[in-house]
């Protein structure tokens, strides 16, 4: 089986974990990975945080969204880039912002050019994943939106974590050379 196979059987696999979480589940997740996040935090000097609007499944941000907003945290979602194809900008994001549904049926900003933020002046990106591994390998849903935006983290002065359930964590990722390790993973 070829990696590409590997990583699309990986994906269905863990889509299905996470589909088979009770509402219950979902909803204490949602909670927990507030708590997680805030605690993370608090020790750390940042005040620009790329956040995303969960989709497919995915742990639930809601709550995170208005206890960052409470806590006077600056929000930005990301926005397919216009012009240029597979790549994400980043808008400002609070709860009067208007919003649409982007050709994936996701939840954005409406394109505001004066609402965008250069990555450089973030101090996390928060991403989605579909599996991670304990080496902090993360496998998304294959566009590569957030690998190609997350390219050189590390001269672009802002940390990368990912979002998770508990259940999304699997044995190793088989990686690709394209695929951008994070700062850390919060699961819950």
């Not at 998304?140 to 802002?158: A, S, V």
């Amino acid at each position: 089986m070829s990696k590409a196979e590997q990583r699309q059987q990986l994906r269905r696999f863990v889509r299905q974990q996470r589909a088979a979480l009770s509402a219950q589940q979902q909803k204490q997740a949602e909670q927990q990975i507030a708590d997680v996040v805030l605690d993370f935090l608090q020790p750390l000097n940042v005040r620009n945080i790329a956040i995303y609007r969960s989709f497919d499944g995915e742990i639930s941000t809601n709550v995170l969204i208005e206890r960052l907003w409470q806590q006077g945290y600056q929000l930005y979602l990301p926005v397919l880039h216009p012009f240029s194809h597979g790549n994400l900008l980043f808008l400002e994001y609070t709860p009067a912002t208007p919003m649409k549904k982007n050709k994936f049926a996701i939840e954005e900003p409406v394109l505001d050019v004066t609402k965008v933020l250069p990555i450089r002046q973030l101090d996390i990106i928060f991403t989605p994943l579909v599996a991670f591994d304990s080496n902090k390998n993360r496998l998304g849903m294959g566009g590569g939106f957030y690998d190609r935006t997350l390219e050189n983290w590390q001269q672009k002065n802002f940390l990368p974590i990912g979002l998770a359930h508990r259940c999304q964590q699997v044995a190793e990722i088989p990686c690709e050379s394209w695929d951008i390790p994070l700062f850390e993973i919060l699961a819950v």
